[in-house]
């Protein structure tokens, strides 16, 4: 149960930003014995793959921040989010062992497919709220809801990796905030239009 906790609040941070989960179970499973990776998964923890986490990470961060540059990147991450939450979801849960589940032992594909859900239904939410936050605010909310996700991604990883009794109070959290955030903008939109038709 614990590592199945883990794995979704993983997957979950990768549906707002692919590689910062990605790099902290690298980094951790590198420097601590708190993850140990299993041999087929041990790759995740070389330099060269931190390397171009790092790198790819950088590249998110920066583009995510710019108005219609999001909602193109976000089209790309559409592949990329929901891989990552599965490839991040079957690490962990391979060791998974921790929970001495032979189901889960015996059945990896079911880590894959729940990181998967897990991370694009997530991707998906974000994806739907941005262009509204967009157009809501002009372009000036792209770089607050982005930074806010990267934030919460950070946290919610670090959360599911130390503490993943959290993990579901905050994707009820996760879910409840991203849905304010496209109200708030909806708003702000409808009563933009309605100013513009008076005149």
Do not use: C
Not at 41 to 66: F, P
Not at 91 to 120: I, Q, Y
Not at 138 to 146: K, N
């Amino acid at each position: 149960m614990i590592a199945a906790l883990t794995g979704m609040g993983l997957s979950a941070a990768a549906g707002l930003n692919a590689y910062i989960p990605f790099l902290l179970v690298a980094l951790i499973a590198r420097f601590s014995d708190v993850i140990t990776l299993p041999q087929s998964y041990a790759w995740i923890e070389s330099w060269w793959a931190i390397g171009i986490g790092v790198l790819l990470l950088l590249t998110e961060v920066v583009l995510d921040k710019v108005p219609a540059v999001d909602t193109v990147n976000d089209a790309v991450q559409t592949f990329i989010r929901p891989s990552m939450g599965g490839l991040v979801f079957a690490a962990t849960s391979a060791a998974g062992e921790v929970d001495r589940s032979s189901w889960m032992t015996g059945h990896p594909w079911v880590g894959v497919v729940l990181g998967v859900v897990v991370s694009g239904l997530v991707h998906t939410g974000k994806t739907a709220a941005r262009p509204v936050i967009n157009a809501g605010t002009l372009g000036f909310g792209a770089p607050v809801a982005s930074t806010v996700e990267d934030g919460a991604s950070v946290g919610l990883s670090l959360v599911a990796v130390f503490l993943p009794v959290l993990v579901v109070v905050l994707l009820v959290a996760l879910a409840a905030l991203l849905l304010w955030l496209w109200r708030a903008a909806r708003r702000r939109r409808r009563r933009r239009d309605r100013r513009a038709a008076l005149v």
